[in-house]
């Protein structure tokens, strides 16, 4: 791994906890967070508990950071139930994540709309974290460097090379999201490199270098150091995990 990627785990609480939950994860995540060494860690709670999390965050004078989990691509406007990128910052969001597969499957987000978003992220002065990766069906058909390379060729289309280095990508295989099953590091490995070839080609293989790439899907502590060992694997983008505090620091101990 560059010298110069600093390492990134992310808890990505989807749609869990009720706000005294968060709270009181958060706080433990906040009082830990030297446990992580060199690690930047940003938690991801549910849009209502954002500003609930943000404001521990605060008290407890962290560098946790603080993300979003989706937003949409215009700044204000008619679009009941959305969240604006605007928002975002003015609850102390520095990071949001987009593209993640559940938005892709269950709510059709496309390649463009994940392109869209990350422009409007990165013009707000969020950092995305663009999620791409295959379902189990895909990879079956030894079609995952197809899918991957469409995924991340669509979803940063256009940003010239200062924006490229600017974004996280995380790749996550669909069939080891939640299932319990986790690509073997030399799988991720393998991705992940494709991945950076990609960003390579993108902008340059200098800014590709710079650009932190994570893993998701099933990420435990008990494989956490595994994954960390590989040389393109600059962190990680956690789910069920990070909804425990000894699991999600375990996690980023691994990467410290």
Not at 79 to 84: D, L, P, Q, S
Not at 102 to 115: I, K, P, Q, S, Y
Not at 223 to 229: E, P, R, T, V
Request: aromatic residues 4%; glycine residues 10%.
């Amino acid at each position: 791994m560059s010298a110069a990627r600093r390492k990134i785990v992310a808890g990505n609480w989807k749609m869990n906890l009720d706000r005294a939950k968060a709270r009181d994860l958060t706080a433990a995540v906040a009082a830990r967070a030297a446990e992580a060494g060199a690690t930047e860690l940003v938690l991801c709670p549910p849009a209502p508990y954002l500003d609930s999390v943000g404001a521990t965050l605060a008290a407890a004078a962290t560098a946790v950071a603080l993300g979003g989990q989706n937003m949409l691509d215009k700044s204000s406007g008619a679009f009941t139930g959305e969240v604006a990128p605007p928002m975002l910052v003015d609850l102390g969001c520095r990071y949001v994540i987009l593209g993640h597969s559940e938005r892709r499957t269950l709510f059709g987000e496309t390649d463009a709309m994940v392109n869209a978003k990350t422009k409007a992220a990165l013009a707000a002065g969020l950092t995305p974290i663009v999620c791409v990766g295959e379902t189990l069906e895909e990879r079956e058909a030894g079609r995952t460097a197809d899918v991957v390379t469409t995924q991340v060729r669509g979803s940063l289309a256009g940003l010239p090379a200062t924006d490229v280095e600017q974004v996280v990508v995380a790749y996550e295989p669909v069939w080891a999201i939640g299932t319990g099953k986790v690509a073997t590091p030399q799988q991720a490995q393998e991705v992940h490199a494709l991945i950076r070839g990609l960003l390579a080609g993108l902008a340059s293989p200098a800014v590709a270098d710079k650009v932190r790439i994570q893993y998701g899907g099933s990420v435990k502590p008990d494989n956490a150091a595994d994954l960390a060992a590989q040389p393109d694997i600059d962190g990680a983008l956690v789910g069920g995990a990070s909804l425990k505090a000894d699991d999600f620091l375990g996690i980023a101990k691994a990467f410290g």
